[in-house]
C-alpha cells in the first residue's frame, strides 16, 4: 500500500509545500488531485523562493515523477507561466505530465468570478478570483473545456459556445464581453505550449504503484475550506479533503497507507467567512500577521489570523482519518507571554466541543472556550526535537493527545532544513 495523501487540516496555508518538498527524496511520484491556481506552495531553498501552483511541488527534485490529474481545475496561460518560470531555473520538465480530461480555467471563468463578486456586495465570498468557481459550475454542468479539447481541431467551435453563453451573463453583470477572436489566439499559443506535457495520468500512476513505487498525492488548500464539508459557501470549488485524492487522483482507497494532515500551530484564513479564533482587529493582529509573514503567495492578500481551533481540527482529523501530523510555524509564537486554544464554542448558550454539522451556526456570535498554555522562545534556534523549548514540547503533546493522533514532525522556521522529525 505505497499510497501518501497530504492535506491541509485547516483552511489552506498550512505550509504544505515546504512538507512535499521534504518527503520528495523518498518518493517515485507526486500527482496532484485537486485545487487550481488559486493555491501557492511555498518551498525555501538557500534564501530562495519558489512558488508554485499548479505544478505538483515534487518537480523540485530530480527523479520525481510529477503528474497533473483530472481533478484539477486547470488554468493553461498560468501553467504556460510556471513552466517558464521553471525552465529558467533549470528544472527538468520531461518529469511532468497532464491528463488531458484536467477541466479548464477560461478567461470568461475569471471575468465572471469577479463580476460576479462585484455583484454580491457584502455577500461576497472572498474568492481569488481565479475563476475556479465558474469553472467548477461548467464542469457540473457539463458544458465545459477540458485540454483535449484545447488541442482538437475543432476548438473554435467549442470555444466560441462557451464565449457565448459567458459574455451573455457578463452584459447582464455589466461587465465588458470577451472577443472570440482574442480568445481563440490565446489557446493556439496554450495549444502550442502544452502540448508536449499532455498524456493519459492513470496508466503512468498505476505503473508506478504496480512496481511498488512510493507515491505522494498532493492536496491544495484545507479540509475546512472543502466543498461538501467545508464552511459552506464559503468553501473552495473542489475537494482537498482525503477522499479527492481518490476521486480526483485516480489511486485506489485500498492503496493509501499514509494520511498525513498539516496543522500551523496557530490558525489563519483567506477571504470571507467563520473564523471563531480569529483575533480581533487591532495592533496585535497586525503586528502578528506581519511578523508571521501572513499574506496570499498567490494573491498577496492580507491572510486573518488568530489562535489555534482544536474544534475545527479535531473535526478535520476525524474526517480524514490522519495517521500522521505536522505542526508548522512554530517559530512564529517565539516571544509570546501566553499561547491560547480554542477547545469548544459557546453557541446560543450552549457548549459545543465537536463541529456542528450545520455550520451556519458559526454564522452568528461564537464564544470560544480557551485554554490557555505558557509561551516559549528560541524554538527557532533547535535542530532536533528534544532542543525544543520545555513549554513548545507541552503545548505540542497536549495537541497531540487532544486531536488523538500523533504529531510526526515540526516546522521551526521558512527554510527546507528547519523541520525536526520526531525520533
Known amino acids: 500500500m505505497p499510497v501518501t495523501v497530504l492535506i491541509g487540516a485547516q483552511w489552506g496555508d498550512e505550509g504544505k509545500g515546504k512538507i512535499i518538498d521534504a518527503l520528495a527524496p523518498s518518493l517515485q511520484m507526486v500527482v496532484r488531485y485537486q485545487g487550481g491556481p488559486n493555491a501557492g506552495h511555498t518551498v525555501i531553498v538557500n534564501g530562495h523562493k519558489t512558488v508554485l501552483h499548479q505544478v505538483p511541488t515534487g518537480i523540485l527534485h530530480a527523479g520525481v515523477a510529477c503528474l497533473i490529474s483530472p481533478g484539477v481545475l486547470l488554468d493553461p496561460w498560468e501553467l504556460m507561466a510556471e513552466t517558464t518560470m521553471l525552465q529558467e531555473q533549470g528544472v527538468d520538465l520531461e518529469r511532468l505530465r497532464i491528463s488531458p480530461s484536467c477541466h479548464l480555467i477560461m478567461p470568461w471563468h475569471r471575468a465572471l468570478d ?19 468557481g465558474p469553472c467548477a459550475m461548467d464542469k457540473a454542468g457539463r458544458r465545459g473545456l477540458r485540454l483535449g479539447d484545447l ?4 476548438r ?18 455589466g461587465s465588458e464581453p470577451l472577443q472570440l477572436d482574442e480568445v481563440e489566439e490565446a489557446c493556439a499559443a ?21 512496481k511498488g ?16 464539508w467545508g ?26 497507507d499514509q494520511v498525513i494532515g498539516i496543522l500551523k500551530v496557530y490558525a489563519t484564513r483567506v477571504g470571507n467567512g467563520p473564523f471563531p479564533t480569529e483575533f480581533a482587529p487591532g495592533p496585535f493582529a497586525d503586528t502578528f500577521r506581519q511578523h508571521a509573514g501572513e499574506f496570499g503567495a498567490t494573491t498577496g492578500r492580507p491572510r486573518r489570523c488568530g489562535w489555534f481551533d482544536a474544534v475545527a481540527a479535531r473535526y478535520a482529523c476525524q474526517l480524514n482519518g490522519f495517521t500522521d501530523l505536522v505542526l508548522t510555524k512554530l517559530d512564529v509564537l517565539d516571544g509570546q507571554d501566553e499561547v491560547r486554544a480554542a477547545v469548544a464554542y459557546e453557541l446560543d448558550g450552549h457548549v459545543h466541543s465537536q463541529m456542528p454539522e450545520d455550520l451556519r451556526l458559526l454564522e452568528g456570535p461564537v464564544n470560544p472556550q480557551w485554554r490557555s498554555f505558557p509561551g516559549w522562545r528560541d524554538s527557532a534556534q533547535a535542530t532536533h526535537w528534544q532542543e525544543l523549548p520545555a513549554e513548545a514540547r507541552t503545548y505540542l503533546g497536549w495537541l497531540e493527545e487532544d486531536l488523538g493522533c500523533p504529531v510526526r514532525w515540526v516546522s521551526n522556521g521558512p527554510e527546507r532544513r528547519s523541520l525536526l522529525q520526531r525520533a
Not at 457584502?122 to 481565479?130: P, S, V, Y
Not at 467551435?157 to 451573463?169: M, Q, R, Y
Not at 513505487?213 to 461538501?228: F, I, P, S, T, Y
Open 156 to 173: 473554435r467551435s467549442v470555444v466560441g459556445d462557451g464565449l457565448a453563453c459567458a459574455n451573455e451573463e457578463l452584459e447582464r453583470l
Open 213 to 228: 513505487g512510493r507515491v505522494l498525492m498532493e492536496g491544495a488548500q484545507g479540509a475546512m475550506l472543502d466543498l461538501d
Open 190 to 210: 496554450a495549444a502550442l505550449a502544452l502540448r508536449p506535457f499532455v498524456a493519459d495520468t492513470r496508466p503512468l500512476l498505476h505503473g508506478v504503484l504496480d
Open 231 to 256: 464552511t459552506w459557501p464559503y468553501v473552495t470549488s473542489t475537494h482537498p479533503s482525503a477522499g479527492g485524492a481518490c476521486t480526483g487522483g485516480g489511486v485506489p482507497m485500498r492503496q493509501v
Open 114 to 132: 469577479r463580476a460576479r463578486e462585484k455583484a454580491a456586495g457584502a455577500g461576497a465570498i472572498g474568492t481569488t478570483g481565479r475563476g475556479m
Open 151 to 154: 488541442l482538437d481541431t475543432r
